[in-house]
Every structure is written in C-alpha cells, then in structure tokens.
C-alpha cells in the first residue's frame, strides 16, 4: 500500500502562488506516474497535471503557462507549482499515482484563492 501526503495547500490572493508537496512512502516511487488533481465544490474532480515516470508532462488547458509539475525521486515526492492563481483555481487538490493496475490517492489539500 502506497501512501500519499499533501502539502502546501492554503488561502491565496489572486495573482498569488502556492507549491503544492506529495510525498509518497513507496521506496520504488521512481516506477510511478505521478498526478495532480482538483475537485471543486458541485464539479466532478479533474486532471489537472501528469507527469510520468519519465518525466514526461501534460496539463489541462486551464493551467497551461501557470502550473509546472515536477518529481524528485530521491525525495519520492512530486510537486505542483501553482502561479497566477484564479479564484476558480479554488478546489480541494489531490495527488494521484499509477503503476500498471495499481492507483493510489492523497488524502487532498484545499486551496482557496480569493481576495
């Protein structure tokens, strides 16, 4: 069992940034594909950043050009640098891993942008 822990989540002004820290307990993190995604309050929860075992990364379209997603695997964490924050960035963000068959999810870190 892969466990997850977010951090960094908190009350932001717009136009504000926030890093967003997953750290995973699993010692063979460097084989998963690492996401992050968001859920706001009446909406279904979605993709927000990939990024792959490789290294590899993709966005939603809502976020390109103001989040980077990024892994250091010595430190088995994978973060998400959130930058020019809107209020509908608001959401409760969850870290997401993959390996073949087997997902894992954070416990989720609100984040609330809003003057």
């Known amino acids: 069992q892969v466990q997850l822990v977010e951090s960094g989540g908190g009350l932001v002004q717009p136009g504000g940034s926030l890093r967003l820290s997953c750290a995973a307990s699993?010692?063979?993190?460097?084989?998963?594909?690492m996401g992050w995604y968001r859920q706001a309050p009446g909406k279904q929860r979605e993709l927000v950043a990939h990024i792959t075992s490789g290294g590899s990364t993709n966005y939603a379209d809502s976020v390109k050009g103001r989040f980077t997603i990024s892994r250091d695997n010595a430190k088995r964490t994978v973060y998400l640098q959130m930058n020019s924050l809107k209020p509908e960035d608001t959401a409760v963000y969850y870290c997401?891993?993959?390996?073949?068959?087997?997902?894992?999810w954070g416990q989720g870190t609100q984040v609330t942008v809003s003057s």
């Open positions: 997401h891993a993959d390996f073949r068959l087997r997902e894992y």
């Open positions: 699993e010692s063979i993190f460097s084989i998963f594909n």
